[in-house]
């Protein structure tokens, strides 16, 4: 299996911050990467499809970039919704790991 | 109207089996691949497995190769999980999803773009 491992595991930002999570991939996916938005009690939201794609209805304030092994998620200014777990998937093939996530709160 | 609805919480005893439902609608149900995630207390999304309504194509995570079942009723949109041999560490939070592709066939992204409401599932003698 495609081992996930984002980094850092948590992360205290304040209204306005720019905010970058990483996820760095076991072996070369290309560009199948994933990032959803899990807030409590609510099923995850998808963000950012094949590494760099916004899913619509995403606010533009969240990009995504990379590719191969390494990845990563910016929200350009923190809005009090973003506060939440953000997790990467890889899709390259079955099963489609999840990283750990990453927990964004207030600082 | 939802697109994809589960069934209710479910309570367990170690040892026995669970079944969950995932309900489809608004879409067409037998072209999009349905997977099933939990999410366990304190812990990250964990990937069980996808089923392709359209010919029951199944894929399971080797973590529960053995003890999951995935399935499909076309005639009834409807996606289905059974758990074997429950355990206390599978209390989690039980999640259906369409997968979507992205791109070109067959080269397509997979991502998972609509989600069931989750059913809670709570294993406990």
Redesign the interface.
């Known amino acids: 299996?495609i081992q996930m491992t984002q980094s850092p595991s948590s992360l205290s930002a304040s209204v306005g911050d720019r905010v970058t999570i990483t996820c760095r991939a076991s072996q070369n996916i290309g560009?199948?990467l994933?990032w959803?938005q899990?807030k409590p009690e609510k099923?995850?939201?998808?963000l950012i499809?094949?590494a760099s794609?916004l899913?619509s209805g995403v606010p533009s304030r969240f990009s995504g970039s990379g590719s191969g092994t390494d990845f990563t998620l910016t929200i350009s200014s923190l809005q009090p919704e973003d506060f939440a777990t953000y997790?990467c998937?890889h899709?390259l093939k079955?099963?489609?790991?999840?990283?750990?996530?990453t927990k964004l709160d207030v600082k | 109207e939802v697109p994809l609805v589960q069934s209710g919480p479910e309570v367990r005893k170690p040892g026995e089996s669970l079944n969950i439902s995932c309900k489809g609608s608004e879409y067409n149900f037998i072209t999009y691949w349905i997977g099933w995630v939990r999410l366990m207390p304190g812990k990250g999304l964990e990937w069980m497995g996808i089923i392709y309504p359209g010919d029951s194509d199944t894929r399971y995570s080797p973590s529960f190769q053995g003890r999951v079942t995935i399935s499909v009723d076309k005639s009834i949109r409807t996606a289905y999980l059974q758990l074997s041999t429950l355990k206390a560490s599978d209390t989690a939070m039980y999640y259906c999803a369409r997968l979507k592709g992205y791109g070109e066939n067959p080269y397509y992204h997979y991502a998972m773009d609509v989600w069931g409401q989750g059913t809670m599932v709570t294993v406990s003698s």
């Open positions: 299996d560009s199948y994933n959803y899990q099923a995850p939201k998808l499809y094949s794609g899913q997790f998937q899709s079955t099963p489609y790991t999840f990283g750990q996530g």
